[in-house]
């Protein structure tokens, strides 16, 4: 009898992709319920609407990167179940952009939208991030099965955009700050890591538009 | 009979704080704070209640209560919350973030301290601690404080007029222009030994006036907030405040004060030209390169859903005392 349950794995490919996906929801979704639970009630340092800005377009970042680091884990480490929650990570990106943007607009220039539209045109760093922001929205809408079969090859075309991305959030991050740029220098820097990982194939991508 | 005539910078019926709103926020804290107790690692407004759970020693510095004129006039402004303007600020000495000189600067020294009066003045002097304290009747100004990041507070300064301590010293033809230096101490401000903590600046941080608007009476010396001694975030233990220009402007922790005829080059202008002028009086109508200066977010008590944007005044609500100096100045040019 205990050889059988030996012989069993103790955890099943669905179930591993279930535990995994419950982690990413429980977290994600706890940190964006806690920041805006204390912001609301003023528990977040003197300023709470920069710390939710800051906070989400971080934790959007690091989730940008996180799923960037799925495939080059899951092929090293041969983790299929780790590959196939890859779309979850990605689609959090876009929830946190999504907070970022709507924050920005609600708390920081409280819903002024003419003052939102100048800014957008006016000021480089964020005509970047909303060109980030158009660029993460059409990956989340054409992320459902269904669109990754009608679109087939071109699928893969169209989400190579992340790498594009990956460069744009950190110039975004360090065009904003006033001259404290360690912090976006370090994003750089492991945005690069992350493209070098797929050297290769960017590298055929280069030399196929060229 | 008594007839008071409103000028244009003080306080208004909006500004007047609502006590009850203020009291509630404190009882909703404490009413919260054993189910969060983690709820509070970004600078808690209830920290002595959190010590016992987090290992962080603030506030070490230990600031005495002064005694000097209250601001009666303005006592109706609604104040930024004690706790938030004393952990929220930019004093890269200590580090970028806002909330790192409340975190770096706790063990700094201020007493000895000196202060060199010198230049072109008849008399230089040198004061010492006791003397930043003693040597002028103290009075509180209550000020708005407009930070060219586009937010503002409202803070009740003690202190005097710069004008005093320069009269002291004697005021000749020759001197144009006041420069004023911070302390240069890396070993006590962890961003003067380092470049990536100090955000790049070139130390000691200078800042710099004409004549005219240091000898005006809105520009103080600052030794003092909410009725005590500075604590080293603000300061402490002598700042400038320029109530009218941005707040980069009001330099901390001052040591050395000197006439000069030609125009000092303040360290933000010397690090970024193109973004921060010599003047940099508050401005509606001239943006930052990188945002707009047409409103500001009053930090105030009030958490995310809080409206507090609000339009910026020229010369952040001073014009009436200091648009004069500016007569025929392009103050576009001059930004």
């Known amino acids: 009898m205990t050889t059988d349950l030996m012989k069993k794995p103790l955890l099943t490919m669905s179930r591993k992709i279930l535990l995994f996906k419950a982690f990413v929801h429980i977290s994600a979704l706890w940190i964006v319920i806690d920041l805006y639970y204390k912001a609301i009630n003023d528990l977040l340092g003197s300023d ?143 945005a690069f890591v992350m493209l070098y990982f797929r050297r290769d194939k960017i590298k055929q991508m280069l030399r196929k538009t060229n | ?108 020294k201020v007493n000895p301290w000196q202060l060199e009066v010198k230049g072109a003045v008849d008399k230089p002097l040198t004061l010492d601690y006791d003397d930043l304290l003693k040597s002028f009747p103290l009075e509180e100004r209550i000020y708005r404080l407009r930070c060219v990041e586009a937010w503002s507070m409202v803070i009740p300064w003690v202190g005097f007029s710069l004008a005093s301590l320069l009269t002291k010293a004697g005021v000749g033809s020759k001197g144009k222009f006041v420069k004023f230096t911070t302390l240069k101490s890396p070993t006590q401000m962890p961003g003067q030994a380092n470049r990536f903590k100090g955000g790049g600046i070139d130390y000691p941080y200078v800042e710099g006036l004409t004549i005219e608007e240091a000898m005006n009476p809105l520009t103080m010396l600052a030794v003092g907030i909410y009725g005590k001694t500075l604590p080293p975030q603000n ?63 009053l930090i105030t008590s009030g958490g995310l859903l809080s409206r507090n944007r609000i339009p910026t005044l020229p010369f952040n609500g001073y014009a009436e005392e200091v648009a004069g100096l500016y007569k025929g100045l392009d103050l576009r040019k001059n930004f």
Request: with cysteine; aromatic share 12%.
């Open chain 1, 48 to 190: 709470p609407v920069k710390e939710v800005i800051h906070s989400t377009g971080i934790g959007g970042l690091n989730l940008l990167l996180i799923t960037l680091a799925v495939s080059p884990l899951a092929k090293k480490f041969k983790l299929s179940w780790l590959m196939r929650s890859r779309r979850l990570l990605g689609l959090y990106a876009f929830l946190y952009a999504c907070l970022h943007l709507v924050s920005y607009a609600a708390f920081e220039l409280q819903w002024d939208l003419s003052l939102l539209t100048s800014e957008i045109i006016k000021r480089p760093y964020i005509t970047v991030g909303m060109v980030v922001f158009s660029l993460l929205l059409m990956l989340a809408v054409t992320s459902p099965d269904y669109c990754k079969r009608k679109l087939g090859k071109r699928w893969q075309k169209l989400h190579n955009y992340n790498y594009l991305i990956i460069l744009l959030v950190p110039t975004h991050f360090y065009w904003s700050v006033k001259s404290d740029v360690l912090e976006p220098l370090i994003y750089f820097f492991m």
């Open chain 2, 1 to 108: 009979m008594q007839i008071n005539i409103a000028k244009k910078s003080d306080a208004k019926e909006q500004d007047v704080t609502d006590e009850r709103i203020y009291r509630d926020r404190r009882s909703l804290l404490k009413k919260m704070g054993f189910v969060g107790a983690s709820a509070l690692l970004s600078g808690s407004a209830q920290a002595d209640l959190f010590d016992v759970f987090s290992d962080k020693k603030e506030p070490g510095f230990k600031v005495e209560p002064l005694k000097f004129k209250a601001d009666k006039q303005n006592e109706a402004m609604k104040q930024t919350p004690e706790q938030k303007a004393t952990h929220h600020n930019n004093f890269y000495e200590f580090g970028t973030k806002k909330s790192d000189p409340a975190e770096n600067a706790q063990n700094f």
């Open chain 2, 235 to 297: 300061g402490a233990p002598i700042r400038l405040v320029v109530p009218w220009k941005y707040g980069f402007k009001s330099i901390k922790s001052i040591v050395k004060i000197e006439l000069t005829e030609r125009q000092p080059i303040n360290s933000w202008n010397q690090l970024l030209p193109s973004e921060y002028g010599f003047y940099a009086n508050v401005n509606p109508e001239v943006d930052h390169p990188r945002w707009s200066q047409a409103s500001e977010r």
